[in-house]
């Protein structure tokens, strides 16, 4: 019996050489041969190769597979065009001639030309320090003028890495809130929806409960009658309550109890806040609706209020300090909004604060409650300096850099709750800047009264973007998420030698975790799984077995700690 064999048909390949760049010795060759060997070729051999292309067009077309095309031009990444290029090439973004300027979103100059690059205060309209004599907000001021200090103090910035812990999450971390009472406890939650409790006074002291939620967890606030007790709200559509030495969680929302139904039905929360005079959980999802739980009876009561375009996120949910009875709001139709919980019904907003992109976060100020502070995708950060003043356009609009992709956690700018002058906001940034040849993503410290940069810290062994950063409440202490770590932040002390710091400072949690093929970084965004190890010497295919190897780093950990 005779062998059977197999037939293959390839696809015709075709590649598109781009015209602009410049040409190969071997094509200039080819080009200077005389024309006349082709003449007597033709004869033969071209009438060959003719049927012979003839019959792969006739096979492809019969089987109905379209020619594979690979282009070898540039294509930009922004316009999709061909003939240039755009994106990040280290620590420098080049724009595309087709689309105006990254930062700022105006034509005319490049991205490392902008001057709200080179000045952050630029085009900045400083805070009018004019006397009001409205009635209204003589009475709100009342309750706050005693506690301000009449000398503005100088700010105290936290801009030395003082302890780390590497990898601690098994996906970027999304959100950081401080305990009430105990001034060295941490909370985190990640992308997964693990809630980790960390004391970085005691560095090794840690855990991660992994048993809460099934997705990203978005918000947390620590409970006003209880701060042992923590309330989260998570993209898997519903609110815990959990008891951080314990672990053991409850439930008090879920808005998919059937399960996943499509992503038309899936209603995932985002923006909560706590109202302790209410006794009230306000929490929002991804339709455009505001739902209230009550703390006393971990119940849902009254019906959800549309308070944003109805299929629109509500990413965040913020109540004023001085007057609980007043909500603020944010999302993705473009619009913060303040609203009257007693008279709290669809439409009935107080005002709506128009922005020309998506809003990532809307605060009060956290002493009198007066101020507004916003951040929008458009590389904004607006302040409004009175909710009793003209709420039609912000006081100021500041450009920094913070439109994000996709694979980052949102960039919200938040008041130093510390600073009496309510002045001072933290910010990640987006654009890396270059430093000694690294390129590194700073944390910025804003004066938002004036738009200056008051200071930029960083720290060169971490190269990744730190989105989310949560002042202290009362230490002067900064926290920071950079991917799957975490850092703690204090202001450098000249007098201390560094040869007397502990090395057991830096945590690297590895062993338990699976192991993850590290994604391509070629298109500039930071990933979950793109963690870069930055803290050790180890090779790559091996794994450190226990968190005591920490006391043994290298020299990239003293540097780190200096």
């Known amino acids: 019996m005779a062998p059977t064999t197999r037939s293959f048909s390839f696809p015709r390949v075709i590649i598109e050489k781009d015209t602009d760049s410049e040409q190969s010795s071997s094509e200039e060759e080819d080009d200077e041969e005389p024309l006349h060997d082709e003449d007597e070729d033709e004869g033969e051999n071209g009438k060959d ?66 001057p709200h690059r080179v000045a952050t205060e630029f085009g900045v309209i400083p805070a009018s320090h004019k006397n009001t004599r409205n009635a209204l907000l003589y009475v709100f001021e009342r309750q706050f003028k005693p506690h301000i200090p009449p000398i503005k103090p100088a700010y105290v910035i936290p801009d030395q890495v003082n302890c780390a812990v590497i990898r601690y ?31 970085y006074d005691k560095v090794h002291e840690k855990v991660v409960y992994g048993n809460i939620h099934s997705c990203i967890v978005n918000n947390m606030r620590f409970s006003p009658t209880n ?73 849902k009561s009254g019906q959800a209020v549309l308070i944003h375009k109805k299929g629109s996120k509500v990413v965040g949910l913020h109540s004023n300090p001085l007057q609980p009875d007043l909500l603020l709001s944010c999302g993705n139709d473009h619009f913060a909004r303040i ?103 700073p944390i910025d410290f804003i004066d938002v009264s004036t738009g200056q940069l008051v200071a930029e810290v960083m720290d060169p062994n971490i190269t990744t973007i730190s989105p989310v950063n949560k002042l202290h409440p009362r ?48 298109d500039g965004s930071d990933d979950d799984d793109s963690d870069v190890d930055k803290f050790t010497s180890t090779p790559k295919g091996k794994n450190l077995k226990s968190t005591k190897s920490a006391t043994k780093m290298s020299s990239t950990h003293r540097r780190m700690k200096r």
């Open 169 to 199: 999450h098994s996906r970027r971390v999304t959100c950081l809130e401080f305990h009430p009472t105990n001034n060295r406890l941490l909370l985190s939650g990640d992308k997964k929806g693990q809630v980790g409790v960390w004391d």
């Open 339 to 441: 609203w009257d919980i007693r008279q709290l019904v669809a439409g009935s907003s107080l005002h709506d604060l128009a922005h020309r992109r998506v809003v990532n976060s809307a605060y009060f100020s956290p002493i009198s409650g007066c101020k507004i502070l916003t951040t929008s995708q458009d590389n904004r950060i607006r302040v409004w300096d009175s909710i009793f003043g003209n709420l039609d356009s912000p006081s100021r609009e500041i450009v920094h850099s913070h439109d994000f992709n996709r694979h980052l956690t949102p960039f919200r700018a938040e008041w130093d709750p510390k600073d009496p002058s309510e002045s001072l906001a933290v910010v990640g940034r987006y654009i890396s800047e270059n430093y000694n040849g690294i390129a590194l993503h």
């Open 475 to 522: 230490d002067d202490v900064l926290a920071s998420g950079s991917s799957r770590s975490l850092f703690i932040w204090r202001p450098k002390d000249d007098h201390e030698p560094t040869e007397q710091k502990d090395e057991r400072k830096i945590v690297i949690c590895t062993g338990t975790e699976k192991k993850r093929k590290h994604k391509s970084k070629n």
């Open 227 to 299: 701060d042992g007790m923590i309330y989260a709200a998570s993209s898997d559509g519903t609110i815990s309550c959990t008891d951080m030495e314990t672990g053991i969680s409850s439930s008090l929302m879920n808005l998919n109890p059937d399960g996943w139904q499509g992503p038309n039905n899936w209603r995932m929360l985002y923006g909560m806040d706590i109202n302790p005079e209410k006794h009230a959980v306000f929490v929002a999802d991804n339709f455009g609706f505001l739902y209230l739980v009550d703390t006393r009876s971990n119940n």
């Open 49 to 114: 190769s003719e049927n012979d292309g003839q019959r792969i067009e006739e096979e492809s077309n019969k089987k109905g597979k379209a020619p594979i095309t690979i282009s070898l031009k540039k294509v930009c990444k922004v316009c999709k065009r061909t003939g240039h290029e755009a994106g990040f090439k280290g620590a420098t973004y080049i724009d595309c001639p087709m689309k105006p300027c990254f930062l700022c979103k105006m034509p005319g100059h490049t991205t490392m030309s902008c």
